[in-house]
């Protein structure tokens, strides 16, 4: 089976990481890219503004 190329990455927004939105992105699996940690300037509806938004890890599931 064949390594993943990406893995899948959730943008919180950095003023407020307990915010009720957040975005999925897809970030490199390996490589120099992989290590660097995201930071993107996306907008934001609950506060109807632009806002830097910052990598977090993914929340555990349940199975």
């Known amino acids: 089976m064949a390594k993943k ?36 300037k996306k907008y934001n509806p609950a506060t109807r503004k632009h806002e830097f938004f910052i990598e977090k890890k993914l929340p555990p599931h349940s199975k």
């Open 5 to 40: 190329t990406h893995v899948k990455v959730r943008l919180v927004p950095e003023a407020k990481p307990d915010s009720p939105f957040f975005y999925y992105v897809k970030k490199p699996a390996g490589g120099e890219k992989a290590k660097v940690k995201l930071k993107v």
